[in-house]
């Protein structure tokens, strides 16, 4: 093993995925303020059936062999060393950024299991829930409630035109007039100020004036990019408008040699998507092995997704995926994702058993 030392910061899919690749063959010490992993295309599955949950989310020491943990989040960084909030100073090597969004749940897988116990009886003791955001999560949502609670009334309200506007237009109409046939009421150009709202608001009005009355809510609506911290680090002047690092055809900031940004935190041309983030992984691995090899070593290039592709599901057995020959929704979206929505693939992929 090579004495070399790299950092790794953020532990989701592209900071596990990297941390698990390397650490093999160099000192890696990965930086996550949560003690665990959590497959997070499952989390709404894990709200409906909180047993699901458990499979989900593990401990970072329990795939990780030889890695060092830092439960912390990254205060700062220099060009030598991270610096996190329970004052560790980490010299590196090799620095590899994948804070794709912040953190705000708990530290604690038992407590992270906790959570979804508490949403699940939110879920059940309603008779009508309100969902505020038509990306992903809330789509997913909806649709986990419908599947297996269909007597709760549901509404959806999005500000956006259409919804799962990641992906295109025909994804978006077909999604909407599932959504309707499962009676969901579905929204849309119309927001809701969530700064307003608390645990016990049961009415709710939008910017139209639109009175709205719930048991109970749900926000669904994009988490923001995790890099805060590198306003207060070295690389700051590299950070796009979007609050993403402009990275090299290597996945490397821009200008640095020694410095990798990759998952959702950087800002390649492409739809921000696991099934991606795990590629950067991968690939920043190989790269950083050729480098600790041989510091002039030519690295291999990143061709990011021309054309976006992604699936979505819609319950247990049904999905929408927009695909390279279409767009479709229905079983066959459903086979790609909604049964286990990737979990056990993930797993097997950090060293844990499927199961
Ligand atoms: C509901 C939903 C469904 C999805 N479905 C799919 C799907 O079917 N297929 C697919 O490919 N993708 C899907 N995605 C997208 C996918 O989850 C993301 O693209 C992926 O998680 C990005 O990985 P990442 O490692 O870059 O970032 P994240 O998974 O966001 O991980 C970031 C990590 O950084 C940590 N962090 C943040 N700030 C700091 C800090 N200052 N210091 C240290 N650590 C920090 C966080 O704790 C976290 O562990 C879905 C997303 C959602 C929400």
Redesign the pocket.
């Known amino acids: 093993m090579s004495d070399k030392r790299v950092v790794v910061?953020?532990?989701?899919?592209?900071?596990a995925s990297t941390t698990k690749l390397l650490e093999d063959f160099a000192k890696v010490t990965l930086?996550?303020?949560?003690e665990y992993f959590e497959v997070?295309?499952s989390?709404?599955r894990s709200i409906v059936e909180p047993e699901f949950g458990e499979r989900t989310v593990f401990k970072h020491a329990d795939y990780l062999k030889k890695a060092e943990l830092v439960i912390a989040?990254?205060k700062s960084a220099t060009e030598t060393e991270v610096v996190t909030t329970s004052g560790d100073r980490l010299p590196y090597d090799y620095l590899v950024i994948?804070?794709?969004?912040?953190?705000e749940g708990p530290a604690t897988r038992t407590e992270r299991v906790k959570y979804f116990q508490t949403e699940n009886k939110k879920i059940k003791s309603a008779k009508t829930v309100l969902i505020i955001g038509g990306g992903?999560?809330g789509v997913?949502l909806a649709a986990e409630i419908v599947v297996d609670f269909p007597d709760k009334k549901v509404i959806l309200v999005h500000s956006g035109e259409r919804l799962l506007d990641f992906l295109g237009p025909k994804v978006s109409k077909k999604t909407l007039s599932w959504l309707k046939s499962k009676k969901v009421e579905v929204i849309l150009n119309e927001r809701i100020d969530i700064n307003s709202l608390t645990e016990s608001t049961t009415t709710y009005t939008t910017n139209t004036g639109r009175t709205i009355t719930a048991d109970t809510h749900f926000v669904a609506i994009g988490k923001k990019v995790?890099s805060?911290?590198i306003h207060e680090s070295a690389f700051k002047s590299s950070l796009d408008s979007n609050g993403r690092l402009k990275v090299d055809t290597s996945l490397r900031v821009e200008g640095r040699n020694n410095v990798f940004a990759?998952?959702?935190?950087a800002n390649t041309e492409e739809i921000?998507?696991?099934?991606?983030?795990l590629k950067h992984a991968q690939l920043t691995a190989e790269n950083i092995k050729k480098l600790i090899k041989n510091p002039d070593s030519k690295l291999s290039t990143y061709k990011p997704l021309a054309t976006p592709m992604?699936?979505?599901s819609l319950g247990r057995t049904l999905g929408v995926a927009q695909l390279p020959f279409g767009t479709t929704i229905g079983r066959l979206a459903g086979m790609i994702?909604s049964k286990d929505l990737?979990v056990g693939k993930t797993r097997q992929g950090l060293g844990m058993k499927f199961a």
């Open positions: 910061v953020g532990g989701g899919v592209a900071g930086v996550d303020p949560k997070p295309f989390l709404l989040s990254a994948a804070t794709g969004t912040t953190y992903p999560v997913e995790g805060a911290w990759i998952g959702d935190i921000k998507q696991g099934y991606l983030a992604g699936a979505v994702k990737g």
